[in-house]
């Protein structure tokens, strides 16, 4: 089961990140998301990648639209393996927010968080409930509550453990 | 209760014959599926590691991959790549249209596997072209297609739709680009996002199909999950035009069916215009621009590279020589093959463009044709983000119509369609 309260350091990033910022398509044919997911942001803030660990910073917040543009699931795999454990937005783009919960990185839309976050403040978001609390800032505020159905999806690491489980049943 | 065009369509693909509407979450079963890379570089992998043996059978008769993004032969990593398409779909009975073929959302409908009242689900963003054939047609992910191919069906949340009404007679030199780039750029990338559109008015009746699915194909650059056009007899000829027989069921919204939000837009006004760096709803008339010196023309991609855009571009680059790199990609092998026989390859190559088989080359930045960091570039595809082409953030990449990409590449500066 993978936990849905998260807590961490938080990296900031502006409106309308596209997915071909988020992952450059020259580094698809990697496959290898360990590897590919090294290049993450790199059109915008080279070395996100390191200053994940560096500096501590799991969670991503950004502001609209969110992973607009291509479809690739590559997006949101190399941010959960690049080390983000959530990204919290203003908004997602569609495919990119179902993408994210197929691959078991948590997503929840927050109206307003781009104002009620700093780099580097702390976050405690809670995905039941939907609470988030800035701990550095000493405030607190509500999201989007992820769908129930989505939820359980997240919980078990997102869809390929689901259809493992489904092969196994109907073997 | 009235229904939208969506509403009806997932309604008639839902697994438990649900009655759907906007807001609910259902299970269906696509008509057809369309895939490329995503499949061996991520869907495979997920496949097998879930201990699946079998694809479904009702997928594997109606998928169909094109390989369209690696180039032919261009790297080793995507030679791999493509090498594990071609073992899996065998094994699997899956129709493969191998490299060189054509880009997906060309070679796609002109197999006839997009038809009206189908559901149509893709591994690539710009699946929504094939709304063009009043089709519901969404992008979804190389996960989402390893549950269709265990499962034969995946979920879908209803989409609200919104309303776009085009009327009017277009100006001389103004084309469906033109239209959909202005649209796009007055409603910005986000107004549609999680809904669908729905199209209607005389300019998009007026458009042929290849016009119609210059539009559609952009319905993802303002978010929107699927771009459904009206059924008519143009889409009933195109349909009868492929091999596919045609299986067609067309789909009419409710008169009183329930619109998010209704957009009416007069044709008539539009002039030449590109997308500007680095969004492609960053948009300003080709007249307002100032002198914008190109280093690469890009004509291609699955926005703009039918015969009818070819024919454009032959028209205006007849008799005259290119000033700046110009590389010209036809969307499928048989758009290559006509283009040859109408003589506008010969056209092409007298001007001095470079003609190349057909890929999604430049536009995905993955193989040919990518721009370099400082470059200028002129683009007749889909996105312009930083980096999109190949390069960096002094990389600038702008977006227009054929015409204004054909008479740019005669001055060697963005110029309106119309000016020579």
Known sequence: ?171 | MAQTISEKILSNHSVENLIAYSGDRIDVKPSTVLSNEMLPMISIAKFLQTGAKYVKSDIAENMLVILDHGGFGVTDKYIDIHELARRFTRDHNIKLMDTGAGISHVVFPELGYAQPGYLILGTDSHTVNHGAFNAYAQGIGASDLVELMIKGYTWLAVPDTNLIRVNGKLPANVYSKDLILTINGEKKMDWSTDKAIEWQGSTISDFSLEARMTISNMAVEQGAVAGIMPFDNKVENYINSTPMKNQSRPVFPDKDANYSEIFDFDASTLSPVVAIPHSPDNVKPVSELGSVELDQIFMGSCTNSRIEDLEIIARILKNNRVKVRTLIIPGSASVALEAVKRGYVEIFMQAGAIWSYSTCGACFGGTLGRVGPEMTALSTSNRNFIGRMGGDDTSKVYLGSPATAAQSAITGVITSSGVI
């Open chain 1, 1 to 171: 089961m993978i936990e849905l309260n998260i807590n961490g350091k938080v990296m900031k990033f502006g409106d309308g990140i596209n997915t071909d910022v988020i992952i450059p398509s020259k580094y698809l044919e990697l496959r290898d998301p360990s590897i590919f997911s090294k290049h993450i942001m790199e059109p915008i803030r080279p070395g996100v990648f390191n200053d994940i660990a560096k500096l501590g910073m799991t969670v991503l917040v950004a502001g609209n639209d969110f992973g607009s543009g291509s479809s690739r699931e590559q997006a949101p795999e190399a941010l959960k393996q690049a080390g983000f454990d959530a990204v919290v937005a203003e908004s997602f783009a569609t495919i990119f927010y179902r993408n994210s919960i197929n691959v078991g990185l948590p997503v929840m839309e927050i109206p307003g968080v781009a104002k009620f976050v700093e780099e580097g403040d702390h976050l405690s978001i809670n995905f039941d409930t939907a609470e988030v609390r800035n701990i550095t800032q000493s405030t607190s505020m509500s999201g989007k509550k992820t769908n129930s159905f989505l939820l359980d999806k997240l919980r078990i690491g997102g869809l390929i453990p689901e259809l493992q489980e489904f092969v196994r049943r109907n073997k």
